[in-house]
Nanobody
Framework: QVQLVESGGGLVQPGGSLRLSCAAS???????????VSWYRQAPGKERELVAT????????TYADSVKDRFTISRDVRRNTIYLQMMSLKPEDTAVYYC???????????WGKGTSVTVSS
């Protein structure tokens, strides 16, 4: 059974940092030819938005303009985990952060249950 489990959220002051983790089980990234893994976030009263993406193709990454140069998405294939390093956090980064995985060759997608990030003094 495929599962994505996010962790690492919490309360942080503006300007602080957090690292989110998305631990995958039920499959191994190293054995999937093609995949796309993204972090999304949803702030209270707002729609879910795409934050960052990493693909199997040489680990290509893309970012929303709002987080570019502050957030970094990365993968540890050995640990089967995707990370989101967040720096210079702002109150507007407050949201529930979700991990999403898509496997085009199998036409399947998965969501984690989310981890909450609050940026406040």
């Amino acid at each position: 059974q495929v599962q994505l489990v996010e962790s690492g959220g919490g309360l942080v002051q503006p300007g602080g940092s957090l690292r989110l983790s998305c631990a995958a089980s039920g499959f191994m990234f190293s054995r999937i030819p093609r995949y796309v893994v993204s972090w999304y976030r949803q702030a209270p009263g707002k729609e879910r938005e795409l934050v960052a993406t990493i693909t199997s193709a040489r680990g290509t990454t893309t970012y929303a303009d709002s987080v570019k140069d502050r957030f970094t998405i990365s993968r540890d294939v050995r640990r089967n985990t995707i990370y989101l390093q967040m720096m210079s956090l702002k109150p507007e980064d407050t949201a529930v952060y979700y991990c999403y995985a898509k496997f085009p060759d199998y036409d399947t997608t998965y969501w984690g249950k989310g981890t909450s990030v609050t940026v406040s003094s």
